[in-house]
């Protein structure tokens, strides 16, 4: 079993629509969470972290059940610039933080 | 600019020959990472260095590999006798010496072996 699963979709939607994204973990002692954003060809670029008690940023919120092992996203009001891989990313908490990251989802927006 | 580079952009090379690849993080980073990454999937976690120091290393960092920081500053990741299942984008990463968990990528270096 993959530490992090991930639907890699692709979810096409039109623009102004709202699209989640799930993902589930396996290891329990996962301590930090992340939604991490990657450009065809391009590095992956921190989008936000994740808490548990849910957090906000712009038209992003993230949210993390530790009971259910479950992380989701959600964009409101999709923009075609959010065409992208999302990446659902966790770190133990050791002392060298090395990155889990799952295969990612695919979002395309269209016009 | 000052965030991560990473040199070659690209690399072509033939079944059985070496190569390095050199990342230079962002500058005062202590923590540098490299990771695997490859067609559909995440990138993979490969060594991890904390100053000069290679603290952990992945199974999948097999003996043909060998990464080094020499003075805690750059690195470089060397891949001896390439194979075709070598071929990849490998990324740096690095990170301050603070409580953050985020990682600055580079561009990463595309290896195709053919």
């Known amino acids: 079993r993959k530490e992090v699963e991930q639907d890699p979709g692709p979810f096409n939607v039109p623009e102004g629509a709202t699209v989640a994204f799930n993902c589930t973990y396996s290891n329990s002692a996962s301590q930090s969470f992340f939604w991490y954003r990657q450009d065809c060809r391009k590095e992956p670029k921190l989008l936000m972290s994740?808490?548990?008690s849910g957090n906000e940023d712009g038209r992003f919120t993230a949210q993390l059940n530790r009971a259910s092992q479950y992380i989701s996203l959600l964009i409101r009001d999709s923009k075609l610039s959010d065409s992208a891989t999302y990446l659902c990313v966790l770190s133990m908490d050791t002392g060298r933080r090395a990155l889990t990251f799952g295969s990612g989802t695919r979002l395309q927006v269209q016009p | 600019d000052t965030g991560v580079s990473q040199d070659p952009r690209h690399k072509i090379t033939k079944r059985g020959q070496n190569v390095t690849f050199r990342c230079d993080p962002i500058?005062?980073?202590?923590?540098l990472y490299w990771y695997r990454q490859t067609l559909g999937q995440g990138p993979e976690f490969l060594t991890y260095f904390q100053n000069e120091a290679q603290l952990e290393k992945s199974r999948l960092l097999s003996d043909r590999f060998s990464a080094e920081r020499p003075k805690g500053s750059f690195s470089t990741l060397e891949i001896q006798r390439t194979e075709q299942g070598d071929s990849a984008m490998y990324l740096c990463a690095s990170s301050p010496k603070t409580e953050t968990y985020e990682q600055y990528f580079g561009p990463g270096t595309r290896l195709t072996v053919t």
């Open positions: 500058s005062e980073h202590n923590r």
């Open positions: 994740v808490y548990s």
